[in-house]
């Protein structure tokens, strides 16, 4: 049975209302050790018990919270695919299974360069003079890295790659298209922002799968666009090797008929000699 007018609008409301809570709450059942660090973390009093949380949460996080991530990125790659009657549970957990092994390795690799990059403004944060600017590299390095870290999850939802290809390619697109990663990273920042310090309710619900959507449909804008700049480049290569094709075509029907002539004046010449003999 089909809704129209109002009745039609809050079914198709109440519809992906559904969808993205359950989206979001399989996200975080997935992921319960590092949401379960976070509460932990909220309630910390001290500096060290704050650093000791984050660094359970960044060990726990490449083996729950990146494979779930990743399963929530596919369904949200689907619903902006045009597939929105897809079925989420078995959506979610074919993706959870099928990226598990892609996704911890990649949050292995992300954690890595996180705590890199901690160190490093940790380093230059106590120094003083030149050093001590080296600190904002170091800052806009992370802000790269997370950004990269949101195309990391729609490349991998999306295409067949290894998992250096992935990162590399994260780190591409992020500094080849810097005007739709920082649009991203600015939505995604108000969908946290909101979470935390408006709508605390979002978080359970909706704040997750929020941040998928965001994420891919920026990740689809730029990938369509590259698909639209290679099929150019292709038609440009297919124009100039069939320009290629019809000039060698040309250059033999020219060889052609020179050699033709040649035979011509030959022959002609061969007459004339044949006919100065018999006078």
Known sequence: MEFRGIMGGFYRISEWI???SVINVLWILCGIPFFMLGLILLQAGTTDQVL????????VSPFTLFPSTAAMFSVARKWLTGDEDVPLFKTFFRSYKSNYVQAMLGGLLYVLFGVIL??????????????????????????????????????????????????????????????RSISMIVLNGVVLYISFAVFTFLIPFFMGSLLAIVSFWHFNLIF???????????????????????????????LDAALDGAELREAEERKDERGDFSR
């Open 118 to 179: 901690y160190t490093n403004f940790r380093f230059y944060g106590n120094q003083t003079g030149l050093f001590s600017v080296l600190r904002f590299l170091v800052l806009s390095l992370t802000v790269l890295l997370s950004i990269s870290l949101f195309h990391y999850f729609s490349i991998l939802s999306h295409l067949h790659m290894k998992t250096l290809q992935i990162v590399k390619n994260a780190m591409l697109i992020t500094i080849g298209n810097p005007i």
């Open 224 to 254: 369509g666009k590259l698909q639209e700049k290679q099929q150019e480049l292709a038609e440009k290569e297919a124009e100039a090797a069939e320009q290629a094709r019809l000039e060698a075509e040309g250059g033999g029907d020219a």
């Open 52 to 59: 000791q949380t984050l660094i359970l949460m960044a060990i």
């Open 18 to 20: 559904m969808r993205l």
